[in-house]
C-alpha cells in the first residue's frame, strides 16, 4: 500500500493559525484551478485523518467533500458520533496508526492519503510516508501550527518534480527514503 501526503503550507512553513484557523488557505487564491488535487485523488482508495481534521471539514458548513472511505483516528469519537449521512462514508477508529495503516492494507486498499499534521507528523517519525506533495502558498502568517515536528532522525527525500501555478501557488513532490 503506497502512503501519500497532499499538503499546503504558507510560505513561513505552517498548515493552520495557533487557533486552528486556515482562512488563509482558502482566501489565498480566486483561481479555479485545483493546483492537482483531482490527479492526486484519482489515484487514492482511502483516507486517514485525525479528529481534529475531521472535525475541521465539519466545520466548514458543506457535503462531506470525499468521494472515497474516509477512517477517523480517534480516542476520543466513536461511530455513535458520527451524523447519519457520514455512516457509510466516514468510520471512527481507535489505535495505533501504525496498526491502522496495517488494517487498510489487510482489507485490501491500494493507497492511502494522510490528512492532518498530527497524522503527517507520527507517519513520518516512523518512516510510513512514502510520497508527500508539499504546495506552498505564497502568504506569510507569522506562527502557528508547524507541517513538521520533531524528528529523531532525517528523513531524506528524493525530488520528483515541482510544478508553479499561475497562482504563485508552489508544488513539490518527492518520494521518501
Known amino acids: 500500500m503506497k502512503v501519500k501526503v497532499f499538503i499546503a503550507t504558507s510560505l513561513d512553513g505552517f498548515i493552520a493559525k495557533k487557533d486552528?484557523?486556515?482562512n488563509w488557505l482558502t482566501s489565498a487564491t480566486d483561481s479555479t484551478d485545483d493546483h492537482g488535487y483531482s490527479a492526486f485523488m484519482s489515484g487514492i482508495d482511502v483516507i486517514l485523518m485525525g479528529r481534529a481534521t475531521f472535525e475541521k471539514v465539519l466545520s466548514f458548513g458543506i457535503d462531506w467533500p470525499y468521494a472515497v472511505k474516509t477512517v477517523?483516528?480517534?480516542h476520543q469519537l466513536n461511530a455513535a458520533d458520527?451524523?447519519?449521512e457520514l455512516q457509510s462514508k466516514v468510520e471512527i477508529r481507535q489505535g495505533a496508526m501504525v496498526d491502522i495503516l496495517?488494517?487498510?492494507k489487510q482489507q485490501g486498499y491500494k493507497a492511502v492519503y494522510l490528512d492532518g499534521g498530527n497524522i503527517i507528523?507520527?507517519?513520518l517519525r516512523h518512516h510510513l510516508v512514502d510520497e508527500l506533495t508539499l504546495t506552498r502558498i505564497?502568504?506569510?502568517?507569522?506562527?502557528?501550527i508547524a507541517l513538521f515536528g520533531a524528528l529523531a532522525t532525517d528523513i531524506k527525500l528524493q525530488h520528483l518534480e515541482t510544478r508553479v501555478y499561475q497562482s504563485g501557488f508552489v508544488q513539490s513532490r518527492y518520494s521518501c527514503k
Do not use: R
Open 20 to 22: 486552528g484557523d486556515i
Open 82 to 84: 458520527l451524523a447519519p
Open 138 to 144: 505564497p502568504v506569510l502568517i507569522g506562527e502557528g
Open 72 to 74: 477517523v483516528l480517534s
Open 121 to 123: 507528523q507520527q507517519s
Open 102 to 104: 496495517h488494517q487498510l
